[in-house]
């Protein structure tokens, strides 16, 4: 008896642990009298980050005991912690006050302005650690490419002396699809940090779609792109092209 109940008090505090980890999309939804679009929602606890549309409705991923920090210029900052309630109904909503503030206000600690790029350094916001810092290999589980199951056929095969990764090595074929491969999946990342980041690069920069797309492609010409892009952490990738931003002006000005 002794030993089931132990067990079952196992079970349940490893279900719960699997429930506090568990990240999901929470929807929310700013409440306030002034502009509604582009408040910057920040996950400081998974260093996510993202802005609201025209109607104040915004989509973070978060999870239990996460801190959201909503920053607008009009409005008053406010952290909102997610709780299970949060979790269970995978929406939040939140109400802002206008930001009136009196002059010579002597103001202690960190203030959050409305800038994204300040706002995240100002909310303590972390990078979480992940398989790639601890120097484990690890798998994301996505589908194979056709390329890339091209690729697994040319180099597997059975027999002592295994002929088909052999001749694919000679031939130079295993080498073509592994240059394939890398092609597709900058392209790939090009296009996600493209739909991702474009509003929020170009948020006081008026370039055209053309230049933008350039922007982009001179991005990923940069051998670290696909690298940062791939640790999935919004705000290293957002400084890395922020970073990259001022370099292509400084390549336009001298073309």
Known sequence: MIRIKCFLLFLIIV???????????????????????RIHVINKTASKF???NSLGEFTIPAKINDTLVISGVQYVPKEILITDIIMQTKAVTINLEENINVLDEVVVGKV??????????NSDAKREMNFYDLGIPGYTGPKKTQTERRLYEAQTGGGIVPLNPLLNWISGRTKQLKTQIAREELAIAIEEAKAKYS????????YSEIMQNE???FCGDDPTFKDIYDL???MITLQFLKDKLEAFKLHLEND
């Not at 959050?112 to 350094?121: A, K, R, Y």
């Not at 509003?199 to 008026?206: N, P």
């Open 15 to 37: 279900f719960s642990s699997e429930i506090l980890a568990q990240t999901k999309d929470v929807n929310g939804k700013i409440i306030a009298d002034g502009d509604l679009d």
């Open 50 to 52: 993202t802005i609201t």
């Open 112 to 121: 959050l302005t409305g800038s994204l790029m300040t706002d995240i350094e």
């Open 199 to 206: 509003k929020l690069i170009f948020e006081d920069d008026m």
């Open 215 to 217: 922007y982009f492609l």
């Open 232 to 234: 999935g952490n919004d």
